[in-house]
């Protein structure tokens, strides 16, 4: 274990990164364009725009059903059974004149947990009734396997107005958490330290919704939660980076300067290394356990914050150091070109003075 440690600090003593922003900010970019991609062979595939991200009903209203029937699934069973629930919410749809868009049937759980479950987007008049005739349907059709309403069919709903309100204050949300961190940063450290952080934890929830799009994940409440998880979890990376450079300027009694604010901000990062990357490690182990051994309700959890934790390293030793010397390095530059403006207008003022006397001395011979 010594000697992993030993290869570790030596391969982090040569790890530099302040003076290459154009090359991290290039890998989000190349994030972008697969996501654009992706994005647009689902909506193709599924011939619609709005299936490019595999939206939740918590953001789209509608309902889902889900039905258990006590027993493994065998593949054939699974396309039987899914093609009849999928028939029966059409049936109810037709009976009512409308046309609901319904999603593929998924399996969900395993063993005697198994279960089928289909979204479909339904209006917001009369859903409890509609949605009760579906389930009396679903009974109906299964008859032969012994399915009960109690026992064997859940359905949920939301509005779509509720949908909308909710994806608002979800947004809210995020605004707020990113606004009280950019004020605890400017308090604590400087305001290029705010702006570097907060412009990282953008790239964090940029890349865990790119993610999710291009895994098609979906997206719904959880994904929320798993985002503030990581919001937090990452701006406390960056941190540590920010105080390893205020504490080495505070032993040397120095300040950051044009020339040496690069090579400070490269040891910070290469002090916070290990720990970074040690801490990612132990709970991405947990979180890995959890997406393997979980139900998809808890996938739909962990698998956002998985990507959220690759992210988060990145962004913390990467993206927001770099990112803090460019600006700072841009601050310095501006504050040297200011000086040194001054410095040539002083002399101009001082050349100026001797020739408004001698010309009141003139003035005051003449009048004399």
Known sequence: ?????????????KLFVANKTKLWLLIPAIMLLVTVIMFSIF???????SKGINLGLDFTGGSSITVSFNTDL????????????????QGVASDHGESYDISAPQRTGSGIDTAIYVKYQNGDSDIQAVNQEISNGVVAAFTDQGI?????????SISASAARKLAREAIIAVLIIWAVILVYIIIRFEFWSAIA???GLIFDVLTMVCMTIIFHVQVNTVFIAALITIVAYSINNTIVVFDRVRERMKLRGTSLSYDNIAGEVDIAVQDSLNRS????????LTVLML?????????QFTLPVIFGLISGVFTSLFVAPSLYVSMRKAWFKHKDKKVAEDQDATPRAEKKKPTVRANVSKKYKRNK
Not at 74 to 89: H, P, S
């Open 197 to 199: 952080a907060v412009v």
């Open 74 to 89: 065998t593949d054939a069973q699974f396309k039987e059974y899914g093609d009849k629930i999928v028939n029966v919410i």
């Open 43 to 49: 909506a193709a595939v599924n011939k619609d725009a």
């Open 291 to 299: 997406t393997i051994l979980g139900v998809d309700s808890i996938r």
């Open 277 to 284: 990357i040690a801490s990612t490690i132990t709970t991405m």
């Open 148 to 156: 009960t309403a109690e026992d064997n069919v859940s359905i949920q």
């Open 1 to 13: 274990m010594s000697k992993l440690n030993d290869k570790f600090d030596a391969l982090s003593g």
